[in-house]
């Protein structure tokens, strides 16, 4: 299994990023999908997750109404949109797949390499 995150970047406040995660060797539309991050001399923290079918998302309440998590089971693909970007955001952007839309990183069993935003202020 692997999970391939891109699009992280230098950006400035305010300022949008569409972050992407190929799946490849597991059954796509098995999984929910969830995004998390690590910002420097933090703990892993939850961000984002989406259902297998796509029917339900939710989210860690600082992103709430900044973000949006979506998945195209036809391409083995998910993403998180982010807009009105924070300083505060900076940090590895990880994706991971797992059994149940969970907010918790137990609830995953797969996990990606992460990629790096950053928001200058």
């Known amino acids: 299994v692997q999970l391939q995150a891109s699009g992280g970047g230098l950006v400035q406040a305010g300022g949008s990023l569409r972050l992407s995660c190929a799946a490849s060797?597991?059954?796509?539309?098995?999984?929910?999908m969830g995004w998390f991050r690590q910002a420097p001399g933090k703990e892993r923290e939850f961000v984002a997750t989406?259902?297998?079918?796509?029917?339900?998302?939710y989210y860690a309440d600082s992103l709430k109404g900044r973000s949006t998590i979506s998945r195209d089971n036809a391409k083995n693909a998910f993403y998180l949109q982010m807009n009105s970007l924070k300083p505060e955001d900076t940090a590895v952007y990880y994706c991971?797949?797992?059994?149940?839309?969970?907010?918790?990183?137990?609830?995953?069993?797969?996990w990606g390499q992460g990629t790096l935003v950053t928001v200058s202020s």
């Open positions: 060797g597991l059954t796509f539309s098995s999984y929910a």
């Open positions: 991971a797949a797992g059994w149940v839309a969970g907010t918790h990183s137990e609830y995953y069993v797969y």
């Open positions: 989406i259902t297998r079918t796509g029917g339900n998302t």
